[in-house]
């Protein structure tokens, strides 16, 4: 018996040797990169660690990062960046995120490590914190695209126009516009994105960030939309009595539930330079007949955003409505103009609208019209693209320039 | 997070398709492409790839180029997750009540829309139905129209069906003896009177093939289309209106258009490619064309001079249409409801043109500038200052939108602040009136609603109507004087949704579409007919207890104006403090013919009336001592010299 056993014992030991021994080399194989000194320098390390990442072999990258680690100048900025850039890789975002934004602001690697710090935040639906991201990484650079563009996804989501409209403009400067870009740089001064799509992200966002105020006010807005009154008084409900966003929406609820004079007690009781506020005073004492208060709310409205149709629009009404003829005329022919571009924009709105040849220059005529110096460039740079040696355009664009150069000195 | 939304994109059908726009934005704005930034390129002076977003335009682009739409109020837009606190929770009892008759009256008629899986864009939107007396007995007969399958065969094709009014709630079937039994794809009525010979003369609004129907007299009727030079072509027209636009006293007729569509050429797939289920397309898929304004003659022949009459715009797609005097200078103006285009408003400047006022005149688009879809309309004074507001209906996720007169200087949105936002917002909204149907001297609101696509999960294709009754803010009359020059007093009115208990008919789900408006059984309120989509259609007969409220009716007749009097304004006298003012107006609601005669409430107030009437022609005649709760047919007065400069304020 004992003789059987030693035999196979004898048998097995035979048979794994070999495997044992394959093992270990193999084992010797796979950290014989770490366990050897490098004979390259950091920059080929770090173009290796590049490719390692980009082509997804996230070990190989992680050997490269250790050997780059050993051979780099303990103040090479790259250090920090790609271990940032290795913690992403492999799902580690809080680490991720911490690296990055130990990144220095005076280093040049800043701005990137900011807009990918916002990324990632995005990603998680940490919106405010993505946001702040942003701005610090287009304070940084501002040539920083990319960093434009999350802000406008963010923006845009929430429908914080004049946001959309001051960073669209910024983004037209430092990257070129394609026809489909300035269509909804125009279309978003006055949109509604589908409510129920909006409440499925925002309800993400302030799932992983109740403080998000902003993506509370579009949650709340796109529930008033679907009638889900209830579920809208609960949004903003952690928004204090004072906050004029949410002191608006509150208003509204009311009305919706006809209750017009809870509504007017909301209103009276919030004192903001706030323009969606101001404009729901406006409106409100327009419906009861005030015209003197609606005038004024309109008038505070129109200082508060004076590119703001809704608030010229109100005055051209309301200044003819109590005999101020003249001054109604001008905010009339601004308003009607307006409303001009407004049909321009539904045009440009039809399938394949990008193909009627001179659709970019009636809007960029229209939205020079009414002053909106920056779409009216960026549609005279569609005509510039579509053509180069397009004179008109090319002096447009020169003429746009000086005009905003006087204006913004 | 943009993999996830396009994975979204090929796993889910269009219903979820709704943020189209936003995703070009997030492929504008490249974030969330699951861009491990980790993937970004460094090197020694770090180059930063943007991560090339226009590869990810992909989906959103090719979403785009099928037509599909994007925002709200676009045909992909729906009410998925709407609210159940809407309209009926939390409702005191409503004033009006509406008992369904169409069994008993002996109406079979059932519309066919000629719907199918392939969702031809025209099946999309219904037919009206005209109320007007075609036999001139005094009782309205009831005229149907329907679609039918595409591509048009006129042999198997439904015919429209005319019924006449028997006058004992019954009504008879004579549609082929009326010679009313059209065959086609009917989408809108017109009414009126074109050749001055004292009868209701139709139009029929199709689907490339407009007919020109002459009554004799006895409702019976003559193909007189070739004949009068209608023009035929490949319109896809939806409605209209008639009106008298150079003042001459006859009839001219103003026709909205929707587009062009070819089944050859239009037929685009849009939905969910992947299961093969069709969804509308979007309107913006259709090409607009321009609309037509049919100048009469005088000798039985019309000719189109849309475009030299001012009002030839082609950028809309037409629907529901309100002939009247909107800015109150005493001539007859046209507002036009288009969908997902600024609706129209053309202001008669009284030399045979128009002033194309819509961008000017602030009731082209919603409060926020965009333009919804508008689909049914009317025009009526809603807050009695004497001058006419406007209301349009529109798609899901619109409101039906309310626009203030502002003292004849433009109008406002007001829709949120007289309560007719929040009931109206998860309905696709169709026919409407601005009708009072309680006489208590203010119009109330009756709005038929009803998706488009009956294959879509989550979103209710079969909508409840709502009717919203006007009433005074904070529950007393206020008064305002408003300032300045025309200004006049109005009053604080706001719309309350009273369709708790109204009757069963409004405690179910129906595919509204077109609507009428009239007193069918002579009984002194208003009744409504409501042609739906697919099934046989309602006829409600208003049993509202009107308690002491009193009503008038009215039967102009013009003589020097043209003979059906649309356009002739109404003023009535109650007492020194109180005054109402309504219009003899044409087309209104969508694609149908209301009731010509003038039935006003008057509330509890005094039991004679004094009327003063403001002819189209610019004769003015006073009329005392009216008794109340009857009708007064009313000539024009001949020899009365004509007042001129009627009007309250000139338009800008």
Redesign the interface.
Same mark, same amino acid.
């Given at each position: 018996m004992d003789l059987v056993r030693q035999k196979k014992i004898r048998l097995i030991l035979f048979a794994a040797g070999p495997l044992l021994m394959a093992m270990a080399i193999g084992w010797l194989v796979w950290i014989w990169p770490e366990l050897t000194a490098p004979n390259k320098t950091a920059d080929e390390l770090a173009a290796e660690f590049d490719i390692a990442l980009s082509t997804k072999q996230f070990r190989q990258a992680g050997i490269v990062f250790r050997q780059f680690e050993k051979v780099a100048d303990p103040g090479d900025e790259r250090r920090t960046m790609n271990e940032a850039r290795l913690n992403l890789a492999l799902k580690r975002d809080d680490r991720a995120v911490e690296l990055l934004n130990s990144i220095a602001e005076t280093s040049k690697m800043a701005p990137l490590a900011r807009r990918i710090s916002g990324q990632i935040h995005v990603r998680a639906g940490r919106i405010k914190a993505a946001e702040k991201d942003f701005l610090s990484a287009i304070r940084l650079d501002p040539t920083e695209v990319i960093a434009h563009r999350e802000l406008i996804y963010i923006y845009g989501l929430q429908l914080r126009r004049r946001d959309l409209r001051e960073t669209f403009e910024k983004l037209s400067r430092i990257s070129p516009m394609r026809f489909q870009n300035v269509f909804h740089w125009c279309l978003t001064r006055g949109n509604d994105w589908e409510p129920q799509e909006i409440i499925d992200d925002m309800t993400k966002f302030l799932a992983a960030d109740p403080t998000d105020k902003w993506s509370r006010i579009a949650l709340a807005r796109s529930l008033r939309r679907l009638v889900r009154l209830d579920e809208a008084d609960k949004a903003v409900e952690p928004l204090p009595a004072d906050d004029p966003d949410a002191a608006s929406i509150r208003a509204q609820l009311a009305l919706d539930r006809n209750d017009a004079d809870k509504a007017r007690q909301i209103l009276k009781s919030v004192h903001s330079d706030n323009f969606d506020l101001s404009m729901m005073k406006a409106q409100m004492a327009l419906s009861e007949g005030s015209l003197d208060e609606a005038e004024k709310q309109f008038r505070t409205a129109a200082k508060i955003d004076p590119d703001n149709r809704d608030a010229i629009v109100g005055l051209a009404r309301v200044l003819g409505a109590v005999g101020k003829k003249d001054e109604a005329r001008l905010y009339q022919e601004r308003s009607t103009n307006l409303d001009k571009l407004a049909t321009l924009v539904q045009e440009a709105a039809r399938p394949n609208a990008e193909k009627v040849a001179d659709l970019p220059r009636r809007l960029a005529l229209a939205c020079e019209t009414v002053g909106h110096l920056p779409e009216a460039r960026a549609w005279w740079g569609v005509m510039a693209d579509l053509n180069p040696l397009d004179s008109e355009a090319q002096q447009a664009i020169f003429r746009i320039d000086q005009l905003l150069r006087v204006k913004k000195p | 997070?943009i993999h996830q939304l396009f994975s979204r994109f090929t796993a889910l059908p269009a219903s979820?398709y709704?943020?189209t726009?936003?995703l &070009? &934005?997030?492929s504008?704005?490249?974030?969330?492409k699951?861009?491990?930034?980790?993937?970004?390129?460094?090197?020694?002076?770090?180059i930063?790839k943007?991560?090339t977003?226009e590869k990810e335009n992909g989906p959103a682009e090719k979403k785009?180029?099928?037509?599909e739409g994007?925002?709200?109020g676009d045909r992909l837009?729906g009410?998925?997750?709407?609210?159940t =606190?809407?309209p009926v929770a939390n409702q005191e009892p409503s004033p009006f009540k509406f008992t369904d008759i169409t069994k008993d009256t002996g109406i079979d008629f059932i519309h066919i829309s000629g719907m199918t899986e392939k969702k031809y864009f025209p099946t999309a939107n219904g037919s009206g139905v005209a109320i007007f007396d075609a036999d001139n007995d005094g009782l309205l007969d009831l005229y149907f129209l329907t679609n039918c399958p595409l591509p048009v065969n006129k042999d198997t094709a439904p015919s429209n069906k005319f019924y006449r009014n028997l006058g004992n709630g019954k009504f008879k079937d004579l549609t082929s003896e009326s010679g009313l039994g059209y065959r086609g794809f009917s989408h809108g009525a017109i009414a009126g009177d074109i050749d001055r010979d004292g009868d209701q003369d139709i139009f029929l609004a199709t689907f490339e093939d407009n007919r020109l129907l002459r009554n004799n007299g006895k409702g019976v009727f003559e193909d007189i289309t070739e004949k009068a030079g209608i023009k035929q072509g490949k319109y896809f027209s939806s409605g209209g209106a008639m009106l008298d636009y150079d003042n001459d006293g006859d009839l001219d007729i103003y026709v909205s258009n929707y587009g062009t569509w070819d089944i050859k050429t239009d037929d685009n797939f849009c939905g969910d490619v992947d299961n093969n289920l069709r969804y509308y397309c979007s309107p913006?898929?259709i090409k607009t064309v321009p609309h037509l304004l049919y100048r009469n003659n005088g000798n039985g022949t019309f000719t189109d001079v849309a475009r030299e009459a001012g009002v030839g715009r082609d950028?809309g797609h037409g629907f529901g249409v309100v002939t009247a005097d909107i800015n109150g200078d005493g001539r007859i103006d046209i507002y036009v409801a288009n969908d997902?285009?600024?609706n129209f408003l053309f202001l008669n400047k009284g030399d045979g043109t128009f002033e194309d006022a819509?961008?000017?005149s602030?009731a082209?688009?919603d409060?926020?500038?965009?333009?919804q879809s508008g689909m049914g309309i009317d025009a009526e004074d809603f807050d009695g200052d004497g001058r006419f507001d406007l209301f349009v209906t529109n798609f899901a996720?619109e409101y039906n939108t309310l626009y =203030?007169n502002?003292?004849n200087?433009?109008?406002?949105d007001?829709t949120?602040?007289?309560?007719l936002?929040?009931?109206s917002?998860?309905m696709v909204g169709w026919g409407c009136g601005l009708v009072d149907f309680n006489s208590d001297g203010w119009p109330d609101v009756f709005v038929s609603n009803g998706h488009v696509d009956n294959n879509r999960a989550g979103i209710n294709y079969e909508q409840q109507p709502l009717i919203w009754v006007n009433v005074p803010?904070?529950g007393r009359e206020l008064v305002?004087k408003?300032?300045?020059?025309?200004?006049a007093e109005?009053r604080?009115r706001?719309f309350? &949704?009273a369709t708790r208990d109204v009757g069963p008919y409004f405690e179910s789900g129906h595919v509204g579409r077109g609507v009428a408006f009239g007193d069918l059984d002579n009984d002194g309120d208003v009744d409504i007919v409501v042609n739906h989509k697919d099934a046989p259609p309602a006829i409600l007969r208003n049993d509202t207890p009107i308690g002491k409220n009193h009503w008038i009716r009215f039967s102009l007749k013009g003589g020097k104006s043209n003979p059906d009097a649309i356009g002739a304004r109404v003023e009535i006298q109650l007492d020194p403090e109180n005054q109402i003012t309504r219009q003899v107006k044409d087309g209104a609601s969508m694609l149908s013919v209301n009731d010509r005669r003038l039935l006003i409430g008057l509330g509890e107030k005094s039991p004679i009336v004094k009327a003063r009437i403001f002819w189209p022609s610019g004769i003015i005649s006073d009329h005392a001592g009216l008794e109340v709760d009857k009708m007064h047919e009313i000539r024009e007065p001949s020899g009365q010299a004509a007042v001129e400069n009627l009007k309250i304020e000139k338009p800008?």
């Amino acid at each position: 018996m004992d003789l059987v056993r030693q035999k196979k014992i004898r048998l097995i030991l035979f048979a794994a040797g070999p495997l044992l021994m394959a093992m270990a080399i193999g084992w010797l194989v796979w950290i014989w990169p770490e366990l050897t000194a490098p004979n390259k320098t950091a920059d080929e390390l770090a173009a290796e660690f590049d490719i390692a990442l980009s082509t997804k072999q996230f070990r190989q990258a992680g050997i490269v990062f250790r050997q780059f680690e050993k051979v780099a100048d303990p103040g090479d900025e790259r250090r920090t960046m790609n271990e940032a850039r290795l913690n992403l890789a492999l799902k580690r975002d809080d680490r991720a995120v911490e690296l990055l934004n130990s990144i220095a602001e005076t280093s040049k690697m800043a701005p990137l490590a900011r807009r990918i710090s916002g990324q990632i935040h995005v990603r998680a639906g940490r919106i405010k914190a993505a946001e702040k991201d942003f701005l610090s990484a287009i304070r940084l650079d501002p040539t920083e695209v990319i960093a434009h563009r999350e802000l406008i996804y963010i923006y845009g989501l929430q429908l914080r126009r004049r946001d959309l409209r001051e960073t669209f403009e910024k983004l037209s400067r430092i990257s070129p516009m394609r026809f489909q870009n300035v269509f909804h740089w125009c279309l978003t001064r006055g949109n509604d994105w589908e409510p129920q799509e909006i409440i499925d992200d925002m309800t993400k966002f302030l799932a992983a960030d109740p403080t998000d105020k902003w993506s509370r006010i579009a949650l709340a807005r796109s529930l008033r939309r679907l009638v889900r009154l209830d579920e809208a008084d609960k949004a903003v409900e952690p928004l204090p009595a004072d906050d004029p966003d949410a002191a608006s929406i509150r208003a509204q609820l009311a009305l919706d539930r006809n209750d017009a004079d809870k509504a007017r007690q909301i209103l009276k009781s919030v004192h903001s330079d706030n323009f969606d506020l101001s404009m729901m005073k406006a409106q409100m004492a327009l419906s009861e007949g005030s015209l003197d208060e609606a005038e004024k709310q309109f008038r505070t409205a129109a200082k508060i955003d004076p590119d703001n149709r809704d608030a010229i629009v109100g005055l051209a009404r309301v200044l003819g409505a109590v005999g101020k003829k003249d001054e109604a005329r001008l905010y009339q022919e601004r308003s009607t103009n307006l409303d001009k571009l407004a049909t321009l924009v539904q045009e440009a709105a039809r399938p394949n609208a990008e193909k009627v040849a001179d659709l970019p220059r009636r809007l960029a005529l229209a939205c020079e019209t009414v002053g909106h110096l920056p779409e009216a460039r960026a549609w005279w740079g569609v005509m510039a693209d579509l053509n180069p040696l397009d004179s008109e355009a090319q002096q447009a664009i020169f003429r746009i320039d000086q005009l905003l150069r006087v204006k913004k000195p | 997070m943009i993999h996830q939304l396009f994975s979204r994109f090929t796993a889910l059908p269009a219903s979820v398709y709704t943020l189209t726009f936003l995703l &070009i &934005i997030l492929s504008l704005t490249g974030c969330g492409k699951e861009s491990p930034p980790a993937n970004v390129n460094t090197t020694a002076s770090p180059i930063v790839k943007s991560g090339t977003p226009e590869k990810e335009n992909g989906p959103a682009e090719k979403k785009r180029n099928s037509g599909e739409g994007r925002m709200v109020g676009d045909r992909l837009s729906g009410v998925k997750s709407a609210s159940t =606190q809407t309209p009926v929770a939390n409702q005191e009892p409503s004033p009006f009540k509406f008992t369904d008759i169409t069994k008993d009256t002996g109406i079979d008629f059932i519309h066919i829309s000629g719907m199918t899986e392939k969702k031809y864009f025209p099946t999309a939107n219904g037919s009206g139905v005209a109320i007007f007396d075609a036999d001139n007995d005094g009782l309205l007969d009831l005229y149907f129209l329907t679609n039918c399958p595409l591509p048009v065969n006129k042999d198997t094709a439904p015919s429209n069906k005319f019924y006449r009014n028997l006058g004992n709630g019954k009504f008879k079937d004579l549609t082929s003896e009326s010679g009313l039994g059209y065959r086609g794809f009917s989408h809108g009525a017109i009414a009126g009177d074109i050749d001055r010979d004292g009868d209701q003369d139709i139009f029929l609004a199709t689907f490339e093939d407009n007919r020109l129907l002459r009554n004799n007299g006895k409702g019976v009727f003559e193909d007189i289309t070739e004949k009068a030079g209608i023009k035929q072509g490949k319109y896809f027209s939806s409605g209209g209106a008639m009106l008298d636009y150079d003042n001459d006293g006859d009839l001219d007729i103003y026709v909205s258009n929707y587009g062009t569509w070819d089944i050859k050429t239009d037929d685009n797939f849009c939905g969910d490619v992947d299961n093969n289920l069709r969804y509308y397309c979007s309107p913006r898929s259709i090409k607009t064309v321009p609309h037509l304004l049919y100048r009469n003659n005088g000798n039985g022949t019309f000719t189109d001079v849309a475009r030299e009459a001012g009002v030839g715009r082609d950028d809309g797609h037409g629907f529901g249409v309100v002939t009247a005097d909107i800015n109150g200078d005493g001539r007859i103006d046209i507002y036009v409801a288009n969908d997902m285009n600024p609706n129209f408003l053309f202001l008669n400047k009284g030399d045979g043109t128009f002033e194309d006022a819509t961008e000017f005149s602030g009731a082209a688009f919603d409060v926020k500038g965009q333009a919804q879809s508008g689909m049914g309309i009317d025009a009526e004074d809603f807050d009695g200052d004497g001058r006419f507001d406007l209301f349009v209906t529109n798609f899901a996720n619109e409101y039906n939108t309310l626009y =203030q007169n502002m003292n004849n200087n433009g109008f406002y949105d007001v829709t949120t602040f007289v309560g007719l936002s929040a009931d109206s917002m998860p309905m696709v909204g169709w026919g409407c009136g601005l009708v009072d149907f309680n006489s208590d001297g203010w119009p109330d609101v009756f709005v038929s609603n009803g998706h488009v696509d009956n294959n879509r999960a989550g979103i209710n294709y079969e909508q409840q109507p709502l009717i919203w009754v006007n009433v005074p803010v904070s529950g007393r009359e206020l008064v305002v004087k408003n300032s300045g020059a025309g200004a006049a007093e109005r009053r604080k009115r706001r719309f309350k &949704i009273a369709t708790r208990d109204v009757g069963p008919y409004f405690e179910s789900g129906h595919v509204g579409r077109g609507v009428a408006f009239g007193d069918l059984d002579n009984d002194g309120d208003v009744d409504i007919v409501v042609n739906h989509k697919d099934a046989p259609p309602a006829i409600l007969r208003n049993d509202t207890p009107i308690g002491k409220n009193h009503w008038i009716r009215f039967s102009l007749k013009g003589g020097k104006s043209n003979p059906d009097a649309i356009g002739a304004r109404v003023e009535i006298q109650l007492d020194p403090e109180n005054q109402i003012t309504r219009q003899v107006k044409d087309g209104a609601s969508m694609l149908s013919v209301n009731d010509r005669r003038l039935l006003i409430g008057l509330g509890e107030k005094s039991p004679i009336v004094k009327a003063r009437i403001f002819w189209p022609s610019g004769i003015i005649s006073d009329h005392a001592g009216l008794e109340v709760d009857k009708m007064h047919e009313i000539r024009e007065p001949s020899g009365q010299a004509a007042v001129e400069n009627l009007k309250i304020e000139k338009p800008k």
